[in-house]
């Protein structure tokens, strides 16, 4: 069965620092990956999507990077956060297109920026 | 471009009383709809999907809902609450299933009284 991994669960960083968040896939081959962000009180925002290794989609301009080292690791990165990067984090994932239209999700990582 | 609405930012009911959770939804294609769950700090679930078969969906923990194109709907329906159902629920709609379409709404937060 496939089973999806994020950490940090939880993580306070001061403002100027760096982040790197990781989310593994075990269990499949190829999956698209996505990172999503959710702001207190909102819905998901897609911020960036993967098709394959260093392929990386941006959804939105942002402070944030992405990157695809391997088949089914996908990390979130910035060199110095902002007070506006706090949220909850969730990377997802689906099969390639045409197999499947649901996305799994992990179980997240809350980002506090102080 | 695809949109959804919900249109209940809250909605609490009682243990045992039915749930109804709203969702609109525009497309320009023929879409692919979901609703996900999302207990507090944790990642989301799936509860059901519609993708162009049958109009009436049935999910897990006895939610269902009814796809309804003459009023881009998906509403979300259970027949009795339950203390356990308390948690955010997310209506997605994504054109020809692609995750990288999926468009979540706002969210509705979901509060069972005793």
């Known amino acids: 069965s496939q089973t999806i991994h994020q950490w940090p669960a939880t993580l306070v960083q001061p403002v100027g620092s760096p982040l790197s968040l990781e989310c593994t896939v075990e269990?499949?081959?190829?999956?698209?990956l996505y990172w999503y962000r959710q702001a207190a009180g909102r819905g998901l925002q897609l911020l960036f999507y993967?098709?394959?290794?260093?392929?990386i989609s941006s959804e939105v301009p942002q402070n944030l990077s992405a990157s695809r080292p391997q088949d089914r690791q996908f990390i979130l990165s910035s060199k110095k956060l902002l007070l506006s990067d706090s949220g909850f984090y969730l990377c997802a994932w689906d099969y390639a297109s045409g197999r499947s239209d649901e996305q799994y999700f992990g179980p997240g990582t809350r980002l506090t920026v102080t | 471009a695809q949109s959804v609405t919900q249109l209940d930012s809250h909605v609490s009911v009682s243990e045992g009383t039915p749930v109804l959770l709203r969702c609109n939804y525009s497309s320009s294609y023929s879409p692919s709809l979901f609703w996900y769950v999302q207990h507090p700090n944790k990642g989301l679930q799936l509860l059901l999907k519609?993708?162009?078969?049958?109009?009436l969906v049935k999910g897990i923990n006895g939610f269902e809902a009814e796809f309804k194109k003459s009023e881009t709907s998906f509403h979300l329906t259970k027949p009795s609450a339950h203390m356990s159902d308390a948690a955010e629920y997310f209506c997605?709609?994504?054109?020809?299933?692609?995750?990288?379409?999926?468009?979540f709404g706002p969210g509705t937060r979901l509060s069972v009284l005793p």
């Open positions: 993967s098709v394959g290794i260093g392929q």
């Open positions: 269990g499949t081959s190829n999956p698209n």
């Open positions: 997605v709609v994504s054109d020809r299933g692609y995750g990288q379409n999926f468009v």
């Open positions: 519609y993708t162009s078969a049958a109009t």
